[in-house]
């Protein structure tokens, strides 16, 4: 699924192109993805522009003139955007139509996003309220995760992955931080030092950097909203990789399943 870089990756193709445009309509041909789409959204961003777009975790947000639209891309959800009219094709759920013949496309095959409406301040919607710091942001650091994790026997993955605790570290990411950090996944947040936490904190961040930077990453069906692929799959060290030989060791990686996720890391290097 989209994971932080792959929406921040989004964000900055459409909002280049969607910010200050007046939204001429909505138009839905699903009532449904994750959960209803609002009814009155039409009535509602009728006539409004675009005054900020902004990603928080996962989620995208449009801040419009009455209004705020909140988007998350779910498992395949995709965002573009062109300037002719282009008939839609299956999947291709909604549309927002700007009054210059821009229009911005949501394509979701397995239906799993989500599309909501709010009128008051959009970081205390349900949706978004109780997340975590931004790992990207100021309020991030390895003290932080350090002081979050006392007497927490979950392992440290699912730890670095809990929204609540730090947004938008999903899968890929977590298991590349903890192999460039030295930390074996399974172990007890609980157990994990403040040194290693601050390591942590600073791999984190750097793995996601990265990530922006190349675009995100390509598994299956990710593509930015130029259509482009993610290329930071070929810099992936272990996530993808499990029984071939580690990088910096030579030995085999294992594979194990861990919070019903697919979890690679060397038994050599991290501990």
């Known amino acids: 699924m989209p994971e932080l870089p792959e929406v921040e990756t989004t964000l900055k193709g459409i909002e280049k192109i969607i910010l200050n445009k007046k939204i001429h ?14 009814a009155n959204i039409n009535k509602l961003v009728k006539g409004n522009k675009i005054n900020n777009a902004f990603r928080r975790g996962k989620y ?8 705020a639209l909140i988007i998350h891309l779910g498992m395949s ?15 291709e759920h909604w549309d927002l139509n700007f009054s210059d013949n821009w229009t911005l496309r949501y394509t ?39 002081k979050k994790s ?21 899968n890929i990411y977590a298991n590349e931080a903890l192999f460039k950090a030295g930390i074996r996944p399974t172990k007890q947040a609980g157990k994990v ?3 290693q936490f601050e390591v942590l904190a600073l ?4 793995v996601l950097n990265e990530a922006i930077a190349e675009g995100g990453t390509t598994l299956k069906d990710y593509s930015n909203a130029e259509e482009a692929p993610g290329y930071f799959k070929k810099k992936l060290e272990v996530y993808g990789r499990g029984k071939l030989e580690c ?15 697919s979890t690679i890391y060397c038994a050599n290097c991290q501990s």
């Open 77 to 91: 959800g995709k965002l573009r955007v062109f300037n002719k009219k282009v008939s839609p094709k299956k999947h």
């Open 247 to 261: 990088f910096t060791c030579k030995k085999k990686l294992k594979e194990i399943r861990l919070g019903n996720r």
């Open 60 to 67: 995208i947000i449009f801040q419009l003139d009455k209004c």
């Open 25 to 38: 309509s909505f138009v839905s041909r699903e009532k449904k993805l994750r959960w209803l789409i609002p």
């Open 193 to 195: 030092s403040k040194n």
């Open 150 to 170: 006392r007497k927490k026997t979950v392992a440290v993955k699912q730890f670095i992955m809990n929204a609540k605790i730090v947004v938008g570290v999903g």
């Open 108 to 146: 979701d095959i397995r239906k799993f996003g989500v599309l909501d409406l709010t009128t008051k301040n959009p970081l205390k919607h349900r949706l978004l309220k109780d997340l975590g710091p931004e790992p990207l942001g100021n309020n991030f650091n390895g003290l932080y995760l350090f």
């Open 203 to 206: 791999k984190i961040v750097d």
